[in-house]
């Protein structure tokens, strides 16, 4: 299979893709609209906010890059799902505690565009509190829940509160890229078993899916979970149809 038809064939097995080329740079219209051609009508395309944004303006006078990246990525029309600001791990020169970052945040969430979907991932583990997640839900800016080897898993957390904070939900499964690549670096089998981790998930899905604000439940899979994404999502189906039967 050429590189180019990898896209359309992806489209074929799965509802939707999180973009990880966008985390770099805002790309072309004519990139966009190549992606819009190659995907069925009810695909979706989950998108990565540019770096410049997240980590190197960190939100400070960049509305003019987050105006363009919108805007083009308008172009998928109603195929455009959420828009994911992955933040890094901030040091404590940067934001000392979490009343500085929410100082930063608040302000530019309420500068979203309303009619849009947003995700905020922060890997900064004493952040992650009720007081954040209030702060999205003020916003209907959805908490990306993740599974990393660097922050608190959602039945890991010392202290338990709502971790719905929009109307649809986002969950990451990124793994250890560190401590799988020690082990492997072609993507092509399943190298870490993760069926106890997913069957955690299992649980917290069927948390988000008895929830009425939920409308929706986004979920994505790097190479880096297992050793195979489309193994992880083939793996978490599996089992969230053997818990129904």
């Known amino acids: 299979m050429k590189s180019r038809d990898f896209l359309s064939y992806y489209a074929t097995q799965f509802a939707t893709v999180e973009v990880d080329s966008t985390f770099y740079g805002c790309p072309s219209a ?3 609209n190549n992606w819009d051609a190659r995907t069925p009508e009810d695909f979706l395309f989950s998108v990565k906010i540019p770096q410049v944004i997240s980590h190197e303006k960190v ?3 960049c509305d003019a ?6 805007k083009t990525m308008d172009i998928l029309g109603p195929k455009l799902g959420p828009m994911v600001f992955q933040f890094p791990s901030f040091d404590r020169w940067k ?3 979490q009343e500085s970052f929410l100082a930063v945040l608040t302000p530019f969430l309420k500068k979203l565009p309303a009619d849009h979907k947003f995700v905020i991932e922060i890997r900064n583990k004493t952040w992650l509190d009720a007081r954040f997640a209030d702060v999205l839900r003020e916003h209907n800016v959805a908490l990306a829940l993740t599974d990393t080897s660097f922050m608190p898993r959602p039945w890991e957390l010392k202290q338990k509160f709502d971790l719905v904070t929009a109307d649809f939900a986002y969950v990451r499964w990124l793994g250890d890229r560190k401590g799988i690549e020690k082990q492997t670096t ?6 870490v078993d993760r069926t106890s981790d997913l069957k955690n998930w299992v649980e917290v899905f069927k948390s988000l899916v008895s929830n009425t604000k939920v ?3 986004f979920a994505f899979s790097n190479n880096h979970y297992a050793g195979h994404g489309p193994a992880t999502a083939k793996l978490f189906m599996d089992l969230w149809s053997k818990s129904y039967r």
């Open 30 to 32: 004519s990139t966009v």
């Open 59 to 61: 939100l400070v006078d």
């Open 65 to 70: 890059e987050l105006e363009e990246f919108v």
């Open 95 to 97: 934001f000392p505690k």
């Open 186 to 191: 072609t993507w092509d089998k399943t190298v």
């Open 215 to 217: 409308l929706n439940i």
